[in-house]
């Protein structure tokens, strides 16, 4: 008996067609859906950002690994890491992965957008970039040269501050590390309280901030429970995209272009899927190859952070949650005044640090949180402890996506690769050297009874290493998969237009072609601010 072949029914004509309403496609949605004359369809594969827990700051405890909100992706067993096999949260809803992330706003150094430029990306040095940064900024703070105060994304100062965290900075600044209130401003180098996407105490997402204003439009329809299969390919042309939804499997046509912002994992692979990407690998997946390009799911990169957790002298975050009573007292904090504990992104600190003496540029990053976790979703620790997470800013290590099946339900296989070069070994090893110097470094020498992980029995830096390759995790920021440039590793070219496809763009982390410096959102959501002007100013409409 033939197997059935499902219908596909009509999903209309639009001139734009995005996939993934994260946070670069709410971007899309929003600057491309101002023209009233250009039809938009955005499609989102997760439910609506109805969840309360999405709005609540601190809710990534409650929205990460949990299958309603995020992909709940798992690496391969990765080599550099003993063969583990890592967690890889992704998000899954409205928003994408700015409605389930740390809410950390943190740009990069200038130096990464000026490397793009001389790795042949036109148009993205830093002098580039910042009109779109300030563009979509909307600064408590107010504007100046680094800053606005008028874009569609608020950014604020934290609501909470706490003890251990001032004497974090304080230790920094006694070692020769300098204060630093605006790591997005003049220099990144320093130690201060992390901005975040938040405003009022609220999460502010893509999806609040660019989305939800704009829904109303009648030339802009969004559809979410939306599953991109594949794209349709015809004479070397993107024309339409087929997708499954609640009423079944649907295909919409493009009149002008389909822009896949669907991040570093789900974009190569729906290139993949149809038939774009390494020859050789779409054929043994069962793949027809539609246009051999070698590059699609190449050149991941990603944070890896070593975290160095600390038995504190004082009670902290864990003690509080952890007593019925003072939890109360936190939820109403927040409920009556929309202050305290619930109000943290996922860090409150963050140090940017050389490694060694003599670099001209920070290369490690610090995150550090007023209590101690084994990973979101699974509460804290029953003891006063606080953590120091440290990561590699631009890791050597290059990793890759790899479809293994025709079928669009099947994740694909994710291998990062981390910690395979002799650079990324030794930079986190001097990180977590550095985590100890500041830990035994007044003031916040105080706050230490002593280190529970990786422990004081774990001294050379060969015991370091295993010890990173045990226990070490993501820090959240694959990128790089469908990487622009002109090189012949290149998916797509400084306009975003993927190679010898007509009609088709990437418009997300994924092509950024070195890892910045810091975290990917803010970097992801100026990429598709600086896109829409260039679709734009292509537009054959």
Not at 377 to 387: K, Q, V
């Amino acid at each position: 008996m033939m197997k059935q072949v499902d219908a596909i029914d009509d999903g209309g004509d639009f001139d734009y067609i995005i996939v993934g309403a994260g946070s670069a496609g709410c971007v899309l949605a929003n600057r491309l859906s101002a023209d009233p004359t250009i039809r938009v369809l955005i499609i989102e594969a997760g439910p609506r950002d109805r969840n309360p827990w999405i709005h609540i700051p601190v809710g990534y405890f409650k929205t990460m690994h949990n299958p309603r909100t995020d992909w709940c992706l798992k690496t391969e067993p990765d080599p550099g890491l003993g063969g583990r096999k890592l967690a890889w949260p992704r998000g899954r809803v409205l928003g994408g992965s700015s409605s389930i992330n740390g809410l950390l706003y943190i740009r990069g150094q200038a130096a990464d957008y000026d490397r793009w430029r001389q790795l042949g990306c036109t148009g993205w040095s830093y002098g580039d970039v910042l009109p779109y940064f300030r563009r979509a900024e909307h600064n408590e703070r107010g504007a100046d040269e680094f800053h606005g105060d008028s874009g569609p994304l608020y950014v604020s100062d934290m609501r909470v501050r706490r003890d251990v965290s001032d004497a974090f900075i304080d230790a920094a600044e006694a070692i020769g590390i300098p204060r630093n209130t605006d790591f997005n401003g003049a220099q990144q180098e320093g130690a201060g309280y992390f901005q975040l996407t938040a405003r009022n105490g609220l999460r502010y997402s893509t999806a609040v901030a660019y989305l939800k204003p704009v829904r109303h439009r009648p030339n802009l329809t969004v559809e979410t429970g939306a599953q991109a299969e594949r794209l349709v390919i015809t004479d070397r042309r993107a024309t339409a995209l087929v997708y499954r939804g609640a009423n079944g499997r649907r295909i919409a046509r493009a009149r002008c272009e389909i822009l896949l912002a669907a991040g570093a994992v789900h974009s190569p692979h729906l290139l993949m899927l149809s038939g774009i990407g390494p020859g050789a690998q779409l054929v043994t997946a069962g793949i027809e190859v539609r246009h051999d390009l070698k590059g699609v799911g190449m050149n991941l990169q990603d944070h890896l952070q070593a975290r160095l957790v600390y038995a504190s002298t004082r009670p902290t975050l864990n003690d509080e949650v952890n007593n019925p009573l003072l939890k109360l007292k936190i939820g109403l904090e927040y409920l009556l005044f929309r202050r305290g504990p619930m109000t943290m992104g996922a860090s409150q600190v963050c140090i940017f640090a050389r490694s060694t003496p003599g670099l001209d540029l920070p290369d490690i990053q610090f995150h550090v949180q007023p209590l101690s976790s084994d990973s979101p979703g699974e509460g804290l620790h029953r003891y006063s402890a606080f953590t120091a997470s440290v990561c590699q800013l631009r890791p050597e290590s290059r990793g890759f996506i790899r479809t293994l099946a025709p079928d669009p339900f099947t994740n694909p296989a994710i291998h990062p690769n981390y910690l395979a070069t002799k650079t990324d070994c030794a930079t986190i090893v001097s990180g977590m050297r550095l985590a100890r110097r500041l830990s035994v470094t007044p003031p916040l020498a105080g706050f230490i009874k002593g280190e529970l992980s990786p422990g004081p029995e774990v001294k050379t830096d060969e015991e370091l290493l295993d010890a990173a390759r045990h226990t070490a995790t993501t820090i959240y920021h694959p990128v790089g998969t469908c990487k622009m440039g002109t090189d012949d590793a290149a998916v797509t070219d400084p306009r975003l237009r993927v190679y010898g496809i007509a009609g088709l763009r990437v418009v997300d982390a994924s092509v950024m072609p070195t890892l910045v410096s810091g975290n990917t959102n803010a970097p992801t959501i100026m990429i598709a601010e600086k896109a829409a002007d260039m679709i734009l100013a292509d537009s054959v409409h």
